[in-house]
């Protein structure tokens, strides 16, 4: 009976976590425009895919695709992050992986196709 009751809320952890992890906002980030932010105090990261970031530059900008971080986070300056994400999952995925590895995300804005994204959260 007990194995059983493990074996079921096993994978209901592992749904809970998996949602918690790309839909709850991060707290204490504040959203900004990219050039409103001073690029040599703050590491601009641009987390889109690169076929997507690559029709709306970011110049100055470090581009590294979440499905990079694994081999590619090293290469990140070590100062305050300006996360740019396309959007809301984007960006909790990508904050909660850099703050994994030691990072401090302090700000983000979110890029849509032809124009900034406001959001609530």
Do not use: E, H, Q
């Given at each position: 009976?007990?194995?059983?009751?493990?074996?079921?809320?096993?994978?209901?952890?592992i749904a809970v976590y998996s949602v918690y992890k790309r839909h709850i906002p991060v707290l204490g980030l504040k959203q900004a425009q990219p050039n409103e932010i001073d690029s040599e105090s703050y590491t601009l990261l641009d987390v889109r895919?690169?076929?997507?970031?690559?029709k709306e530059l970011v110049s100055e900008a470090f581009n590294l695709p979440i499905s990079y971080f694994t081999r590619g986070y090293k290469e990140i300056p070590k100062k305050p992050i300006h996360l740019i994400a396309e959007n809301q999952v984007e960006k909790n995925l990508a904050t909660r992986l850099l703050h994994q590895k030691g990072?401090?995300?302090?700000?983000?804005?979110l890029m849509g196709k032809s124009k900034m994204q406001t959001a609530c959260c």
């Open positions: 009976m007990i194995a059983s009751t493990m074996l079921i809320g096993l994978p209901v952890s895919a690169y076929n997507v970031s690559d990072f401090k995300v302090s700000s983000y804005s």
